[in-house]
């Protein structure tokens, strides 16, 4: 166990966890060179001039190619989801051994070095989303937001994801500021959105269909769509912002959202998430009574309670 009890129990209450300074620094710079290696000589954006990462991007550097997309304020690398240094920084044998902490031992299928990334089949559907699960076969890939700028203030939003997993992590690849994009929770919303979903770890999709085009995509029940509002009004966000190398674990049912950058720092993270070999036979499974049920033994038998402490090292209060 690398987790102890008090780690376990916050988790359960809130459905995240902050693990500080567990990437390795070596691979967060090496992660970070490869980002900048993947933008074409003459690009206006210079990573040795701060000034020239305030978004959006310029129409010059635009990339529509989802394998390696740039537009508006985000920049999406997934092409080396699956590139050895990616693998090894976030799926190294500490961050599998947390994963199985939370999700039983010897349970998760494994990344595979040079498999499929995200993104080769292009969107869900039509004018949709990317899809994190199809077919990819290692992380998401490295995520970055471009800092404001001049931009209005924007109210926050919140979601959870469409695909089936188990388990997600970001890691802060570099300094990430308060406000500066980090990733957003809210906090026990998993537990209030869980049982509004149809399948456990999986959700109904509406066909596209060229003569059809109007209904497509995820279906969410009435029962989801009014209790994400609640959530959203009534329970006040984590900004998961921290230091190079921090982690953030968090539930599949969470609500949660990429930060707004109003930071004069642009924010660098990868993404990832765990699967259980059992997954699909469980996934189209309807809600638990005992949403755990899927989790390992520690996990099950840890209380709800944690010390004050605790809560200000996740951020919880301050």
């Known amino acids: 166990m690398i987790l102890n009890q008090e780690q376990l129990s916050f988790f359960k209450a809130n459905g995240y966890l902050i693990i500080p300074k567990i990437l390795d620094s070596v691979l967060c710079k090496k992660a970070r060179d490869l980002l900048w290696s ?9 990573r040795e001039d701060p000034s020239t ?30 590139n050895q240094l990616m693998i090894d920084l976030v799926y190294s044998e500490t961050l599998q051994q947390i994963a199985e902490d939370l999700l039983g031992k010897d349970t998760l ?23 994190p699960a199809l077919d990819n076969e290692g992380s998401r890939g490295i995520y970055a937001t471009l800092p404001y700028g001049g931009k209005e203030k924007e109210p926050d939003y919140c979601h959870t994801d469409g695909h089936p997993f188990n388990l997600s992590l970001v890691g802060l690849i570099d300094d990430v500021l308060p406000n500066g994009g980090a990733f957003k929770v809210w906090p026990g919303s998993h537990k209030r959105l869980y049982p509004t979903f149809q399948m456990q770890y999986d959700q109904p999709r509406i066909a596209y269909y060229e003569h059809l085009p109007f209904y497509k995509g995820i279906i969410q029940s009435e029962a989801y769509e009014e209790e994400i509002k609640k959530v959203l009004e009534d329970t006040e966000p984590v900004d998961c912002c921290g230091s190079e ?30 699967i259980k070999k059992d997954l ?7 809600p638990q009574k005992n949403m755990w049920l899927d989790w390992s033994d520690h996990l099950n038998n840890a209380p709800e309670t944690y010390s004050e402490e605790m809560a200000k090292l996740q951020k919880l209060i301050d």
């Open 245 to 274: 190398g921090d982690v953030i674990f968090w539930h599949h049912r969470l609500a949660h959202m990429a930060g707004h950058n109003y930071s004069n720092k642009m924010r660098l993270a990868v993404l990832g998430d765990f």
């Open 53 to 82: 990462h305030i978004g959006p991007f310029t129409e010059k550097d635009l990339k529509q190619d989802v394998t390696n997309l740039r537009q508006g304020y985000k920049w999406q690398l997934r092409s080396i989801g699956t």
């Open 280 to 286: 699909d036979e469980n996934r189209a499974k309807t």
């Open 38 to 46: 993947s933008l074409p000589k003459e690009a206006n954006i210079n």
């Open 109 to 131: 299928v494994k990344p595979k070095v040079g498999g499929k990334t995200m993104g080769q089949h292009g969107a869900a559907w039509p004018g949709g989303p990317v899809d």
